[in-house]
């Protein structure tokens, strides 16, 4: 779950240190007190995109930090060992920095990570409901997405299987349909290919001849240069009263003294050796001044040579190794070519096979959707009518059609509601209000709640258009996710905050005319007096705190109930 966020420098949020706990954490304050900012950060710290606007006026730089406990969270340990990361103590540190100049800086563990690695394994951990995700009820491409999560263990790898046979019989099918053309093209484009194929053969290409006619160029280039430079070399050596000369009779002056004294003789030994080692040189010396010669018909071959090999890299690539990958390349293009038809009807079969083997599988992925689909409109419905809605009906509905390969089978489904008895079912995006449509995404993911292997919920103010009996229903509901999951709620509702197993206030104050967002866990005494607030109390209306009192009793009640 997630045990702790640090937040600095994001909008009016300076620096805040957030502890949550197991079970129903439940935020409010006043409007503008900063709950949206904490709900800002987490999306930052989970991967989302970035703005330089979260930063703080006056500030470079900000940060979040979330520390989860993944203790009981194989999949996440998974995911880090895919990507070469671990854990220690089964603590998981996630940090986003983001800078003024739109840098975004991403670490896991103190590793830096790319953000799409951020991102893929926070959507392990937390999944997050603002007033922003009742759109994606309205939006039938993501109903679909909802009943495969539902029965996700029997749904995802059939789908999986579907996505890979849809991916595979495109292949084959688009070389069918565009790598084969008729007997005149393929005729004109044999001749090409054999052309070129013929032209780089004949060229005699190798990977080291480019490099070693360079360095020839640049000896033939520097001819005179580099003969006078051998003449005068040889010159100073060997010629008369050269180096040579001078060390030979060096050598056999200090020969008459060396029985003198060991030193004589050490002198003699290293003056012998170097005019050896410089009589050798002196020879090297002159066998490259006898075989250097300036040759103006090898410096054109040469530099024929060479501007042919770069005509071939500007026809055929960037190098020379681009050019023999080239001509393989050609090379297998021509022998599907000669061997076409036979190819053909090889490819044919294999997309028979395909295309059988897909509409199977993906029969049975539409069986699996139909049963989860019926299920889950069974189990919505109930739920609806525990929230109010006692006439109310949900039907996932599936309006797909058969005979197409597509990436996710032939399914097309679509939530349908009939709020009023005797009315028919309506595609919900056409009859459901604010309310409901708040409900309705609660009863989902009441519904969901025991399949949904993501540990930490984020319900951000999904209680809209709600109040009364219905709101103390939403607060029921949120218990009892919070029995399997870790649940963050940010209400404006005495109703729902009065379940909270841990109740945090956002505050806004000003200190030295600049104003901050601050955080506080609240005693049970201090969570009535805001019940009351929420309620409209002014001045902690004797009223208003009789009935928060009677909320936190009826809430703590209820959760006796169920554990």
């Given amino acids: 779950m997630l045990e702790r966020l640090l937040i600095k420098n994001i909008a009016l949020i300076s620096s805040l240190d957030i502890e949550l706990n197991k079970g129903l954490n439940v935020l409010t304050g006043e409007t503008g007190a900063g709950k949206s900012i904490i709900i800002d950060s987490v999306n930052l710290v989970l991967g989302e995109r970035a703005s330089k606007e979260l930063i703080a006026s ?32 089964d603590e998981l540190i996630l940090m986003r920095e983001i800078t003024s100049s739109g840098k975004s800086l991403c670490r896991i563990n103190g590793e830096m990570v790319p953000l799409a690695t951020l991102h893929s394994i926070a959507d392990s951990l937390v999944d997050i409901h603002g007033q922003h995700a009742h759109q994606s009820l309205l939006d039938p491409k993501k109903h679909m997405n909802i009943v495969d999560e539902f029965n996700a263990k029997d749904i995802i790898p059939v789908r999986s299987r579907v996505g890979e046979l849809y991916r ?40 080291s001849e480019e490099k070693d006619i360079t360095e020839e160029l640049a000896m033939l280039s520097n001819a005179e240069r580099i003969s ?5 070399s040889i010159e100073l050596l060997s010629g008369e009263r050269g180096a040579l000369d001078g060390l030979r009779r060096a050598v056999d002056a200090i020969s008459r003294i060396a029985d003198f004294s060991k030193q004589y003789s050490s002198i003699h030994s290293n003056l012998d050796s170097l005019y050896y080692e410089l ?71 294999e997309l028979e096979r395909l295309e059988k083997e897909y509409f199977d599988t993906s029969e049975l992925l539409t069986k699996l959707r139909m049963e989860a689909s019926e299920r889950l409109s069974i189990k919505v419905t109930e739920q609806l009518h525990d929230l109010g809605m006692v006439k109310a009906r949900f039907v996932a509905r599936n309006t797909g059609t058969r005979g197409k390969v597509q990436l996710n089978g032939n399914d097309n489904i679509e939530f349908m509601l009939s709020a009023n008895a005797g009315e028919p079912c309506r595609p919900l995006s056409k009859v459901a209000s604010g309310g409901e449509i708040s409900r309705i995404m609660l009863a989902i993911k009441t519904v969901c709640a025991e399949a949904d292997a993501i540990p930490t ?52 104050k000003t200190i030295d005319d600049v104003t901050h967002s601050t955080l506080r866990e609240l005693t049970k005494a201090e ?30 009640k209820f959760k006796n109930g169920i554990n």
Avoid: W
């Avoid at 730089?61 to 103590?89: C, H, M, P, T």
């Avoid at 006078?228 to 005068?232: I, M």
């Avoid at 009535?528 to 809430?555: F, H, N, P, T, W």
């Fill in 228 to 232: 006078t430079s051998l003449e005068t």
């Fill in 457 to 508: 919920l984020i319900f951000d103010e999904i209680d809209t258009g709600i109040s009364g009996v219905t709101a103390v229903k939403v607060g029921e509901k949120m218990t009892r996710i919070a029995g399997t999951h870790q649940v963050i709620c940010i209400t404006h509702l005495p109703q729902i905050a009065a379940f909270a197993d841990t109740h945090l206030l956002v505050e806004k």
């Fill in 168 to 207: 595979a019989y495109s292949e084959i099918y688009h070389r069918l349909n565009s790598g084969f053309v008729s007997a005149a093209e393929r005729e004109r484009r044999i001749d090409i290919l054999s052309y070129q194929i013929n032209e780089i053969e004949a060229a005699g290409l190798s990977v």
């Fill in 58 to 89: 006056n500030q470079q730089k900000a940060r979040v930090e979330a520390v989860f406990s993944i203790s009981k969270n194989a999949a996440v340990k998974q995911l880090l060992a895919e990507s070469g990361l671990y854990s220690e103590d």
């Fill in 279 to 349: 009589e050798d040189t002196a020879f090297q010396l002159r066998d490259l001044g006898y075989s250097f010669e300036f040759s103006p018909e090898r410096l054109n071959e040469l530099e024929t040579r060479l501007d042919y090999i770069n005509a071939l890299k500007r026809k055929y690539g960037g190098s020379v190794e681009a050019v023999l990958e080239f001509m393989q390349e050609c090379k297998n293009e021509l022998n599907e070519l000669s061997t076409s038809d036979e190819l053909r009807e090889k490819l044919k079969s």
């Fill in 527 to 556: 969570q009535k007096m805001e019940l009351a607030r929420i309620m409209g109390s002014v001045d902690a209306d004797e009223s208003a705190v009789k009935y928060a009192e009677q909320l936190i009793r009826a809430s703590d």
